[in-house]
Nanobody
Framework: VQLVEAGGGLVQAGGSLRLSCVAS??????MGWFCRASATDRDFVAH????????YYADSVKGRFTISRDNAKNTVYLQMNSLKPEDTAVYYC??????????????????WGQGTQVTVSS
């Protein structure tokens, strides 16, 4: 499966961005968003299950970011509000096959997008 992210850019602190991730094919996966600041590993941001009925977030983004999906469009979204300079990173969309206990590490996912840069200025 191919994952293509879009929606990154430059925004001032306190602003908003909406990332999207379109998946190829017809299979519906459990999906997640990760981020990577320079010289760091990919950090978990948010997860949504295949139906959209279950979501969870990293503590650092709770109350500010919202993950959602539209299965008719094979698209997952990450609405990012109240952005902070420390949110600056490359954001990656990821898809997981099968069923796992949790989906909070990069090892829980099987497919990755190319990433989209989010830069938040102070």
């Amino acid at each position: 499966v191919q994952l293509v992210e879009a929606g990154g850019g430059l925004v001032q602190a306190g602003g908003s961005l909406r990332l999207s991730c379109v998946a190829s094919g017809r299979t519906i996966y459990n999906m997640g968003w990760f981020c990577r600041a320079s010289a760091t590993d990919r950090d978990f941001v948010a997860h949504v299950n295949w139906s959209g009925g279950n979501t969870y977030y990293a503590d650092s983004v709770k109350g500010r970011f919202t993950i959602s999906r539209d299965n008719a469009k094979n698209t997952v979204y990450l609405q990012m509000n109240s952005l902070k300079p420390e949110d600056t990173a490359v954001y990656y969309c990821a898809a997981a096959r099968g069923s796992r206990i949790a989906y909070t590490t990069k090892y829980d996912y099987d497919y990755w997008g190319q990433g989209t840069q989010v830069t938040v200025s102070s």
